[in-house]
Nanobody, 124 residues
Framework: QVQLVESGGGLVQAGGSLRLSCAAS????????MGWFRQAPGKEREFVAA????????YYADSVKGRFTFSRDNAKNTAYLQMNSLKPEDTAVYYC?????????????????WGQGTQVTVSS
């Protein structure tokens, strides 16, 4: 099993940046492909980004492509989501998630482990 703890959320003005972290403990971090999802009030949870076990492959939702960067440091058991050019519509609770499959995926049901979430609020 792996435990995931997100941090780095907060309040930022539109156009600003935040970096979210997802710290993992438990089994070997490099055994897990990772994902970020978000959920805004009254909306379904949606996919944001995914990264492979090695970090060599990433995939982004169209809504964040070119603005967000997903990376990981397997030596530090931590994944990062750098969010630039933030927009009010990026406001949500952001969750990191992990699974042990070889492929990366946008589907939330494929992820076995979830963090508790961190709030990101972007003011206009």
């Amino acid at each position: 099993q792996v435990q995931l703890v997100e941090s780095g959320g907060g309040l930022v003005q539109a156009g600003g940046s935040l970096r979210l972290s997802c710290a993992a403990s438990g089994r070997t971090f490099s055994s897990y492909a990772m994902g970020w999802f978000r959920q805004a009030p009254g909306k379904e949870r949606e996919f944001v980004a995914a990264i492979s076990r090695s970090g060599g492959n990433t995939y982004y939702a169209d809504s964040v492509k070119g603005r967000f960067t997903f990376s990981r440091d397997n030596a530090k058991n931590t994944a990062y989501l750098q969010m630039n050019s933030l927009k009010p519509e990026d406001t949500a609770v952001y969750y990191c998630a992990a699974h042990t499959r070889v492929f990366i995926t946008t589907q939330s049901f494929a992820y076995d482990y979830w963090g508790q979430g961190t709030q990101v609020t972007v003011s206009s």
